[in-house]
C-alpha cells in the first residue's frame, strides 16, 4: 500500500480567532483511491483542504504528499510543489471570464511544466481531453467565458485541475453549486477522468449522497479532536 497523503499531528487555528482549532492525529490516503470527507458547514473542510495544498500553514504536524513533507519546504519550494503535484476544483469553479475556456484550462501549465515542454502538447491533451467530455473546439475557442453554461464551467474547471497532470486532485464541494442533473454529470466526468488519469482523488462536501461514488468517506468530525481537548 501506497499513500499519496498522510497527515500526522496537524494543529491549525487562526490567528487571533480562538473558537476555531484543527487538529487530526491521523488521516492517510492511498494512492489512486477516490475519497470524500464530509463535514457540515463551517467544520473546517476548506481549512483543510488549504493545508493540504500548502496555502496555509499548519502550526504542528506534517503533511505528507507523495512522500514529501510539505511543511519542511519553503514558501516557494510550497508553490512549486503544488503546481507540479496538485490540481484544486473550487467551490465555485472560479473560471475567469475575461480570457477563453482554452486559457482557463492551460492556466496551471504557465506556473510549471508549459516552460519545459512543447506548448503543443498542452494544446493537444486540452484539445483531446475536452473532446472525451463534449467539449468541441467552438466552445473551448470562443474569446472569453462570459457565456458558459453552469455545466460547461464545471467541465472546464476539472480539465483545469487535471491538465498538469497532478499526482493529487482537490475537489471542495464542487457540486453545491448543481443542480442534481449536473451534479450526476459532475461526479461520473470527474470519476471516469480520475481512472483514466490514475489521480488520487480528495472531495470534501456536507452531501452525504455522494458517498456511493466513492472508494471511501470519511466523517470529517469523527478526525478532529474536540476543542476542549486541545492544549
Ligand atoms: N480567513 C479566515 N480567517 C479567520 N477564520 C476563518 C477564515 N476562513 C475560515 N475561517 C473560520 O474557520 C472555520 C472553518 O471554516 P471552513 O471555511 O474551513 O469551513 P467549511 O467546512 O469549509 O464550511 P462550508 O461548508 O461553509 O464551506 C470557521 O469557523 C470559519 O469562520
Ligand atoms: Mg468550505
Not at 92 to 118: A, E, H, R, V
Not at 166 to 193: C, G, Q, R, V, W
Request: glycine letters at 4%.
Amino acid at each position: 500500500m501506497y499513500n499519496a497523503l498522510e497527515i500526522n499531528d496537524l494543529f491549525f487555528k487562526w490567528e487571533n480567532k480562538e473558537s476555531f482549532k484543527l487538529k487530526i492525529t491521523k488521516l492517510e490516503i492511498e494512492n489512486k483511491k477516490k475519497i470524500v470527507i464530509f463535514g457540515k458547514s463551517g467544520s473546517g473542510k476548506s481549512t483543510l483542504l488549504n493545508l493540504i495544498s500548502g496555502i496555509l500553514s499548519p502550526l504542528k504536524g506534517s503533511l505528507n504528499i507523495n512522500n514529501i513533507d510539505i511543511t519542511k519546504l519553503s514558501q516557494k519550494k510550497k508553490d512549486e510543489f503544488r503546481a507540479n503535484n496538485i490540481g484544486v476544483i473550487f467551490q465555485q469553479f472560479n473560471i475567469l471570464d475575461y480570457i477563453s475556456p482554452l486559457q482557463n484550462i492551460l492556466l496551471p501549465c504557465f506556473f510549471t511544466k508549459f516552460k519545459k515542454y512543447d506548448k503543443l502538447y498542452f494544446y493537444d491533451r486540452a484539445f483531446n481531453l475536452a473532446q472525451k467530455i463534449d467539449i468541441n473546439k467552438n466552445i473551448l475557442l470562443q474569446n472569453n467565458s462570459k457565456n458558459l453554461s453552469v455545466g460547461q464551467k464545471q467541465r472546464i474547471a476539472i480539465l483545469r485541475a487535471i491538465i498538469n497532470k497532478p499526482f493529487l486532485i482537490l475537489a471542495d464541494e464542487a457540486t453545491s453549486a448543481l443542480d442534481d442533473k449536473n451534479k450526476k454529470d459532475f461526479i461520473n466526468l470527474l470519476m471516469n477522468l480520475c481512472d483514466e488519469e490514475k489521480v488520487t482523488l480528495l472531495m470534501v462536501s456536507h452531501d452525504t449522497s455522494l458517498k456511493k461514488n466513492f472508494d471511501d468517506f470519511i466523517n470529517l468530525e469523527k478526525i478532529l479532536i474536540r476543542n476542549e481537548n486541545i492544549n
